[in-house]
């Protein structure tokens, strides 16, 4: 089938997929990507089909192969998000939506998107911040007056609830500062002072699980408090997550605690006693790699990268595992490995200048990528075999012209000979003789 016949029936597809007649569409796609799998623009097009003919399955199947072929494919991380998001699995939803994003980071409706998943898991924090990043971008639209105007009353609300919740706490009434602080943070996120406050009144009332949940929150404002630090690691070690308050132990030191020695002492003594929990970590980020839940892993991983120094041998476990992550959260990573397999083939096969294209894709993609040291090197290297051939082909260029100067003035001379003298020479001739 030619390139020409192949585009007839491609855009035949996609007439019928526009005239709503999906079912003959996916038969048509289908029929297309038995001849040509490898045509990304096919897959998508094939999952739309099924999407529309509530086939949920295939048309994940479809957009996912659209990926294996052309992971820089927006529209695919796109469509497995909504789909993800119609299903309520809205996890897999933002972990689709935040690549498209990294394609195309001005498409507001996915920001907006976002925060409707992060609000349905509520996590307001990240549902907020998301909201602001749609209204920003799109600041005219209906959505984004309404999401003002729910920001402002909100804001409104919590605040009163929050001065509430700290009048309570300083007559002791700690009952009507526990409900006045969720109130407040049911409606509006909080800051770094007014999650710090909770997180110590849920503590002093012994609900550790929940105290670590504000503690958290309130270092996503302020990673540098190290007062938050530090109950993150008391809080951490009793409940025996021995790496988490290493880490949080250690960041408190490099962010300077005055309670310098103290805390080192329990470092050490965690480290003592514990420091082979660091690996069991490595492998739990590797776990929740393989299932998807790449937010976890992305806590776990950069929390043991915060750490290593204190057990370097796990330097470059721990490296590979930040490149799997990267891998799967980052499309242009995902894309540079293909450039990069591509590039290698070309280079076997003597294509010099596809080798070339594909090294600077990779580079492009990705510079800072395990490959970029080799890449470069090859490159350098294919960039010299095109040289070489260039230089070859000029140095065969010139005894060519010489040889064709030689051919057309011997065809001169043979046609001299062979063609009968003028009038003129034949006078001439005539008085020699």
């Known amino acids: 089938m030619s390139e020409a016949l192949s585009k007839q029936q491609f855009d035949s597809a996609l007439k019928l997929y526009k005239l709503e007649s999906f079912e003959e569409a996916r038969k048509a796609f289908l029929q297309l990507v038995k001849t040509y799998p490898q045509h990304s623009e096919i897959w998508l097009n094939l999952g739309n089909a099924e999407f529309q003919l509530n086939a949920l399955p295939n048309a ?12 820089l494919e927006p529209n695919a991380y796109l469509n497995l998000g909504n789909l993800y998001f119609k299903q309520k699995r809205y996890q897999k939803a933002l972990n689709y939506w935040h690549q498209f994003v990294t394609l195309k980071p001005n498409q507001a409706t996915v920001w907006l998107n976002m925060g409707l998943a992060y609000e349905e898991r509520q996590d307001l924090d990240q549902a907020f911040k998301h909201y602001k990043h749609y209204m920003q971008l799109n600041p005219s639209s209906t959505q984004s ?77 302020a990673a540098e408090d190290t007062g938050v630090l530090v109950n993150l690691g008391v809080i951490y070690e009793k409940q025996k997550e021995y790496t988490h308050a290493i880490w949080a132990y ?29 690996s069991k970590v490595l492998e739990q980020a590797e776990s929740e790699i393989n299932r998807g839940h790449f937010e976890e892993a992305e806590i776990l991983l950069t929390r043991l990268q915060e750490v290593v120094v204190l057990q370097p041998e796990l330097g470059p476990p721990l490296q590979k595992q930040i490149e799997r992550l990267g891998l799967q959260t980052n499309p242009k990573r995902r894309a540079a490995i293909t450039y990069y397999q591509e590039g290698e083939k070309a280079r076997a096969e003597g294509k010099y200048d596809q080798a070339l294209v594909f090294y600077r894709q990779y580079l492009t993609a990705y510079p800072e990528g395990p490959k970029a040291a080799i890449v470069l090197e090859h490159q350098k290297e294919v960039e010299a075999q095109i040289g070489q051939v260039i230089a070859t082909m000029m140095t065969m260029d010139k005894p060519l012209k010489e040889l064709q100067e030689q051919g057309d003035k011997k065809r001169l001379e043979s046609t001299n000979r062979d063609q009968p003298p003028s009038e003129e020479s034949k006078g001439a001739s005539d008085k020699i003789s």
């Open 60 to 71: 994940e199947k479809s957009w996912k192969r659209c990926l294996d072929t052309n992971p």
């Open 145 to 221: 007056r309404q999401l003002k105007q729910r920001t402002t009353t909100a804001q409104t609300i919590s605040l009163r609830n929050v001065n509430t919740a700290e009048q309570a706490l300083g007559k002791g009434h700690f009952k009507k500062a526990h409900e006045a602080f969720q109130k407040a943070f049911s409606q509006y996120p909080g800051n770094a002072k007014s999650y710090k406050t909770f997180a110590a009144l849920l503590y002093k009332q012994n609900k550790r699980d929940e105290a670590l949940k504000y503690y958290l929150k309130s270092y996503a404002c």
């Open 250 to 278: 250690h960041r408190a030191i490099e962010c300077n605690t005055a309670d310098r020695e103290k805390v080192q002492k329990r470092l050490d003594l965690l480290m003592q006693n514990h420091g082979d929990h660091l």
